[in-house]
């Protein structure tokens, strides 16, 4: 079982940016960021592919949030520029066991969770 740890979390003002990291303790294929703010549900954020080629994002935060990974580190990345008080919500990094195609905007297609990280945004 691989274990997901996310950090790089806090809390900062609007406009200001943060840097999430998530390492695997093992090899993933899929890769992607959660969230869920207070009483609501759990939502979809940005999804890499091991090999970097396909790449995805929620609309509201495409252009303000960048994805990425190091693999020889077993790492992702999510750069969030421009933060909206909106923003606000526990992040969570998903992963994938295999490299089957799937519909990586949709969480019941992750193996692996980390245990989340508090990003507030203060307006």
């Known amino acids: 079982q691989v274990q997901l740890v996310e950090s790089g979390g806090g809390l900062v003002q609007a406009g200001d940016s943060l840097r999430l990291s998530c390492t695997a303790s093992?090899?993933?294929?899929?890769m992607g960021w959660f969230r869920q703010a207070p009483g609501k549900e759990r939502e979809f954020v940005a999804a890499i592919s091991r090999g970097g080629a396909s790449i995805y994002y929620a609309e509201s935060v495409k252009g303000r949030f960048t994805i990425s990974r190091d693999n020889a580190k077993n790492t992702v990345y999510l750069q969030m520029n421009s933060l909206k008080p909106e923003d606000t919500a526990v992040y969570y990094c998903a992963g994938r066991r295999n490299p089957a195609a799937i519909d990586f905007l949709v969480a019941a297609n992750y193996d692996y969770w980390g245990q989340g990280t508090q990003v507030t945004v203060s307006s």
């Open positions: 093992g090899r993933t294929y899929g």
